[in-house]
């Protein structure tokens, strides 16, 4: 079974991460699948993107971060930056399907979609700063423009998970349904989008795109700061400890740093 599930159901094209194991974090080849449904998409009237087994998508895979491979790492970080751009690119509108965590590189996934429905159980929340990296794709930029800058800051920094109703009252996700509503409320959506004319859908897309074409440049620098960081202790303390279920230590290295020593102490 393939890790992306790329369909066709009717007049719009379905694209299913499906890592479930891993809370569908998605690795450079899924990524690049993604990239070009999105990129392909133009003969189909909408796009939903939506995650198997239980989440939406966890982000990029921290797997590669406790023993980073530069090179990897920085075409992990480009590709997805390109995911995120080829969703608003796409002339076509993107559904968020949200059933289960959107967290980290995820919850950028949504913000990046035109529209967003989540299921009662789904959640939301930033990981970079508890992981050992910054979500610079969406989060620190336009997610301000979505939910308000301090807002937008406090999911950012403080890597705070959300319900859905809370990130419905913030406006991040457009509805909220039962968990066993969500395919049924997708289509509804779907249905109203099939009365409406592709064409000026497309001009409305590309026009609204305006905070997200300013917020680009800004990406860009801060995704040439976490490549620039690859290697960093913090990188590497952040992503063991997660792959490790513990709680990171930041600050290790610098209480050492700081110990006083038995000479400074008979001072």
């Given amino acids: 079974m393939s890790a992306i599930d790329v369909e066709t159901r009717g007049s719009v094209r379905w694209v299913t991460i499906n890592r479930p194991e891993r809370l569908n974090a998605y690795d450079l080849e899924m990524a690049r699948t993604m990239i070009a449904a999105f990129e392909d998409a133009a003969s189909y009237d909408a796009v939903v993107l939506t995650g198997a087994g239980g989440a939406f998508c966890a982000g990029g895979a921290l797997d590669q971060l406790g023993e980073p491979d530069p090179e990897q790492l920085r075409s992990l970080f480009t590709g997805s930056l390109r995911l995120v751009d080829a969703i608003r690119a796409c002339p076509r509108p993107v559904i968020a399907a949200v059933d289960g965590p959107a967290a980290g590189g995820g919850n950028e996934l949504v913000v990046a979609c035109d529209f967003a429905i989540a299921t009662e159980r789904s959640t939301f929340g930033q990981t970079g700063p508890r992981v050992g990296s910054a979500p610079v794709l ?41 968990d066993d509503g969500l395919v049924e409320a ?27 074409n300013q917020s680009k440049d800004n990406m860009s620098s801060g995704l040439g700061m976490l490549i620039q960081a690859i290697g960093s202790e913090d990188m590497i303390e952040g992503a063991n400890a997660f792959l490790d279920k513990r709680k990171p230590d930041f600050r290790a290295a610098r209480r050492a740093q700081q110990k006083p020593t038995e000479k400074d102490d008979d001072q």
Avoid: F, H
């Fill in 138 to 178: 969406g989060a620190t930029n336009l997610m301000a423009i979505q939910i308000g800058e301090k807002r937008a800051k406090e999911m950012a920094m403080l890597c705070r998970r959300y319900s859905a109703q809370q990130a419905l009252a913030m406006g991040l996700v457009n509805e909220v349904v039962p």
């Fill in 186 to 212: 997708v289509e509804r959506w779907l249905a109203e989008i099939d009365r409406l004319s592709p064409r000026y859908l497309e001009i409305a897309k590309i026009s609204s795109n305006q905070w997200w």
